[in-house]
Every structure is written in structure tokens, then in C-alpha cells.
């Protein structure tokens, strides 16, 4: 079955102390992204890669890190998480092919205190 | 102008009935158009793509028009299971032979009883 994966689904952390959200894709997708949903803010891309070791950032890639070492694996890792990063927070990936589908992993609630 | 706009709503229609959503996007190179459904809590997942002459899946029904830079969804006879917030999204070429997808921030549709 074609799917993302995203791991842990919720996380509650305090201030300060380094996480890493995972992210696997089994699509072969050349492309993946992270994102942030918040409440009247909509979908926000934080960093995307092109292929792998080619990332880039999105429109709020402060506070975020990414890695792209295998294809199939894209990991966000937020080095000292703070209160102004809880947030529903969604991996995506699709082929680079314009116009076909995006998948998105189930989702993250991460809440930081 | 926002990227891509839609009215967040909430559209509160009765079962059975005709419900339109309307899109604008700002920039006029954009490729493709998708209309993404979102549950609430969970991933978004593709809807239908959205075809310069217009196409329908059943009861929805997509419309593109290029010159005002717009695209609709309308839902007929409505179902209690059609209630989700609808994500318009636009794909545009970003260079080097990639493309980046915007998403608007939604429209909620709640089908009542």
C-alpha cells in the first residue's frame, strides 16, 4: 500500500529538549516536504527537498532542521523546540512530476511546554 | 493578494443540497489546480484535479477559468460524510524543473441533518 508514515503521532516535550520526527515514504517520490497547520494560518511549508541531499526551506524554516540522506526517508528535527512550535505538523511527498497527487503521513501533534 | 484565497467559512447547508466554493489564485503561471479534502484532525487527501475544461466525479464537479484566475467546486445533493474543510491548491513551476505546491487555508463545509 502507497502510504506516509510519520512517527511519533503525538509528542508532548518540554523547552529545550532536541526531538526528531520521522518520516518515510515507499513511493519512490523524489520530492518531500514538511508542514505546519495551525488555526487560521492554514498549511505552511517548513523545509521540502528536491531529491535526496537537496533541501531547501520553505516559508518558516526558523527553529527547524532537515535531513535528506536516503530517498525514502525525510526526519524534521527541531534542535531546542519552544513553546511557539506546537503545531499539527504533516510530511508530505510526491513525484516530481507536475500536476500528480501529493500523499501526506498521517500527522504529528506535537505540543511543546 | 494572497497566493491562493478562499473563503474559511463555515458553510452550514442541509443535507441534499447544492453547495459552490470558490478559489482565487494570484499568480498567473500557475500549472495545475487541485481541490484537496481535509478531515478534521486528519492528513489531506486529494479530492480532484481541477481541468481547464472543467470535470466532474460524481456528485462534485470542478471548473478552472484561467482568464480570472479562478476555480470553483460545487457538491450536489449533499451528504452528512461530505462535511471536511476543502483545500484549494495551486502548483506552479519554481525553476530547475521543479514545482511547488500552495495550499489555500480552507473552506469548512458542515452537512446538516
Known amino acids: 500500500e502507497a502510504q506516509v508514515t510519520q512517527n511519533p503521532r503525538y509528542l508532548i516535550t518540554v523547552t529545550g529538549k532536541k526531538l526528531t520526527v520521522t518520516c518515510s515514504q515507499n513511493?519512490?517520490?523524489?520530492?518531500m516536504s514538511w508542514y505546519r497547520q495551525d488555526p487560521g494560518l492554514g498549511l505552511r511549508q517548513i523545509y521540502y527537498?528536491?531529491?535526496?541531499?537537496?533541501?531547501d526551506k520553505g516559508d518558516v524554516p526558523e527553529g527547524y532542521k532537515v535531513s535528506r540522506k536516503e530517498k525514502r526517508n525525510f526526519p524534521l528535527i527541531l534542535e531546542s523546540p519552544s513553546p511557539n512550535q506546537t503545531s499539527l505538523y504533516f510530511c508530505?511527498?510526491?513525484?516530481?512530476?507536475?500536476?500528480?497527487?501529493?500523499?501526506f503521513g498521517p500527522g504529528t501533534r506535537l505540543t511543546v511546554t | 493578494r494572497k497566493e491562493v484565497e478562499q473563503d474559511p467559512g463555515p458553510f452550514n447547508v442541509p443535507e441534499g443540497a447544492t453547495v459552490a466554493f470558490n478559489c482565487t489564485y494570484s499568480?498567473?503561471?500557475?500549472?495545475?489546480f487541485f481541490w484537496y479534502r481535509q478531515d478534521c484532525r486528519k492528513e489531506p487527501k486529494l479530492l480532484m484535479s481541477?481541468?481547464?475544461s472543467g470535470n466532474e466525479d460524481g456528485r462534485f464537479t470542478a471548473q478552472l477559468n484561467r482568464a480570472s484566475q479562478y476555480i470553483s467546486l460545487l457538491i450536489r445533493d449533499s451528504k452528512l460524510s461530505d462535511s471536511a474543510t476543502y483545500l484549494c491548491?495551486?502548483?506552479?513551476?519554481?525553476?530547475?524543473?521543479?514545482?511547488?505546491?500552495?495550499f489555500g487555508k480552507g473552506t469548512k463545509l458542515s452537512v446538516i441533518p
Open positions: 527537498s528536491m531529491n535526496v541531499e537537496v533541501t
Open positions: 481541477v481541468y481547464s
Open positions: 513511493m519512490n517520490h523524489e520530492y
Open positions: 508530505a511527498s510526491r513525484s516530481r512530476i507536475g500536476g500528480t497527487e501529493q500523499y
Open positions: 499568480n498567473s503561471a500557475s500549472q495545475s
Open positions: 491548491v495551486v502548483n506552479k513551476r519554481s525553476g530547475a524543473g521543479s514545482y511547488q505546491l500552495t
